[in-house]
């Protein structure tokens, strides 16, 4: 005969086990970076050093929803460069941050991406899409003088500000897994020849 301490067991972690394809689902949602490339360029206008990266995320249904109803989405792309102390922190070098507003007009039925005081329109989402997954030449530095002896440390991360949302709508979402994405600090490859080459 069954124990009824085994009982309560079984039933205790019967939803443990039925809740992990809803895990693996979210996993589907992460973001991750595929490629980075950082380079110092002293003839660009302005000189100093560039980001290009790619990105692999996707939008959630409920993001799509919000976008088609009039809600601009905001996407942060941030960079930062430190050099390594190990008797201390690491001491920030630079940082940089970009914005893309994403916005859906549902009057012109187009699609808009503004950076700093350009906005581009599109007519499908499959159009722009690409432009908020790969940033290419991104000014991240201004030119310094490197130590290749010296370890750096130079990192990126894009995410979605909620912070931008109308206040009604942030209290509503709380901690809804539909509004998460972010990707966390993400390393890029760097040597001490693509800063001081």
């Not at 079984?10 to 949602?29: E, G, H, K, Q, R």
């Not at 939008?59 to 102390?85: A, C, N, P, Q, V």
């Amino acid at each position: 005969m069954i124990s009824r301490r085994r009982l309560c067991t079984a039933a205790l972690t019967a939803p443990i086990v039925a809740s992990v394809p809803s895990f693996a689902m979210a996993a589907d949602n992460n973001v991750n970076m595929k490629h980075a490339s950082l380079y110092r360029d002293p003839n660009n206008t302005p000189p100093g050093l560039y980001l290009s990266v790619d990105w692999e995320f996707e939008l959630s249904t409920m993001l799509l929803d919000s976008l088609r109803r009039g809600i601009s989405l905001y996407f942060i792309y941030e960079f930062r460069l430190e050099k390594s102390r190990w008797y201390w922190l690491n001491k920030e070098l630079s940082s940089a941050q970009l914005v893309q507003r994403l916005s859906y007009s549902p009057l012109s039925r187009q699609y808009r991406l503004s950076r700093g005081g350009l906005t581009q329109s599109f007519d499908s989402l499959e159009s722009v899409v690409p432009l908020l997954l790969h940033v290419r030449d991104w000014h991240v530095a201004d030119l310094m003088s490197f130590q290749s002896i010296d370890p750096y440390i130079a990192e990126t991360r894009v995410r979605l500000d909620l912070s931008q949302l109308p206040k009604p709508l942030q209290v509503s979402i709380g901690g809804s897994s539909d509004w998460e994405l972010d990707s966390d600090w993400v390393s890029v490859p760097l040597s001490a020849d693509q800063l001081t080459s």
